[in-house]
DNA sequence: TCAAGATGATTTGTCAGACAAGTCTTGACA
DNA sequence: TGTCAAGACTTGTCTGACAAATCATCTTGA
């Protein structure tokens, strides 16, 4: 076959397939990188090219530069199950090695209503998909999850709504609606389960839950999803990477 | 006078000085930056390094390249407290509005005992120290800390542990040990007080706390400094801002 | 013999200039 | 009025070069 049509900057390829090579234990935690010119070779770009996807995942925290000494990969225990990489709560589930499933899901329409409305920047009147679902780990429902969606990016078809309540949001978002979410910003707090919340995940009123309400955006900075979460507080552990003050100070 | 001593790379002083410039609202939200070569003519570098601290900036999610067409500001919601950005209990309540301050202090030597040990990579007698406080936020006691260092990164200097007891530990860290700390992996969950922590912070047992416990690790991968916050849960919330899985797949 | 300083090889940091590839605007044309 | 092509503009990448910092080695002196 010809060359393939590239549309991914080389700079994120190389990117990820040294996230790959790090992953494979190519490189041993600790220790030194090859030279830049060399690796530049190696993956058949320019060196400037190369320390782009470098300055990438230094940002990450996974390996460090030093001028004059050299590149190291930093060793760092591996998370699973962190906010930082999972995104959703099937995958992180699913990386907790149990099997994702529902066992209860609706999807209904109504007025987004003051609150909604200013998180997903709509007007009051302006309608929202509502959907509603108690979630299970192996079986056991461990999350209770209501996810509001602006109406307008949502054609009414049947077979489209149906498809929300049973799969992953993102995957839909990106395959159906054509729309990539770019990034979350997730806020949470310990609470006790609502009368609500108790009876749909099976536990005793004011069993310890995780609320966590996370507003999504799109590439362009447009809200498109808002999702409320209860987690059962011994379901789940999690976890989050942060980033050093370090990086010297001025 | 002369020239200052630099050492900071330059990409990463342009990257801080972009920064400010955004968080002045130079560029507007969502409108085009200017060109590059524009952009580094104005900065006094080359393109090359530019375009690291641009890649930085689009890791972090504030702005978005396409190819031909532009450098995009990404309008999101600047987030105070938010994991992300805050080291430390002293910092986060400080960027709340809050008067930081302590109820009670303590520092005591001990053996390190298995936990710890492993966590902290130690022998199960190396000693550790270990500094016990009660914060306060405008006077009240919001968050219990336990915090764990290895006793050999500590000289045994009474000023020194007096000071570990008052001051941030991260600026202690860098200021008097030398120690930059890199990132570090935060684990939280919903708890209930138990009686010690119900007694530090003067509220009922069983009151809902956010359990926080977090290792640090410096450059080179070293685990440095393990932290136990209880937080009352009304008190704070918490915040992270979330990669999106964009990035556009392959 | 050992410690301190000088030397040179190695490696990252930065620069300059050039061209390719993609996007967007403008204007010609049917 | 709608369609398409040309061209200006902008980011993506490459090449080659030099500066600056680190590290290992060797020399020197006590």
Redesign the interface.
Known sequence: MGAAARQ??R??AVR?TLLSWIGRGRFR??RRLPPEPELAAELGVSR?TL??AL??LE???LL?RT?GAGT?L????R?KN???AN??VTEAIRSAGMRPGFEEAHVHRRAAGPEEGERLDLAVDDDVIVVDRIRTADGRPVVYTVDVIPAFLVPDRLALLRRLVRGSL?EIF?QQLGI?????????????ATRTVADKLHVPRGT???YLH?I??D???RPVLSSHEHHL?DAF??????????????
Chains 1, 2 share one sequence.
């Open positions: 991914r900057p700079a994120d990820i935690q600790g400037a320390r782009e300055r990438s940002d990450e925290g460090t001028r190291f930093i060793g760092r225990p998370v962190n906010l930082d995104f959703g993102y990106e990539v979410i770019h990034h979350g910003v997730a806020s949470f707090a310990p609470a006790r310890l839950v995780l996370q999504d955006y590439e362009t900075g507080a552990e999690f976890m989050v990477i942060r980033r050093g003050p370090g990086r010297r100070l001025a």
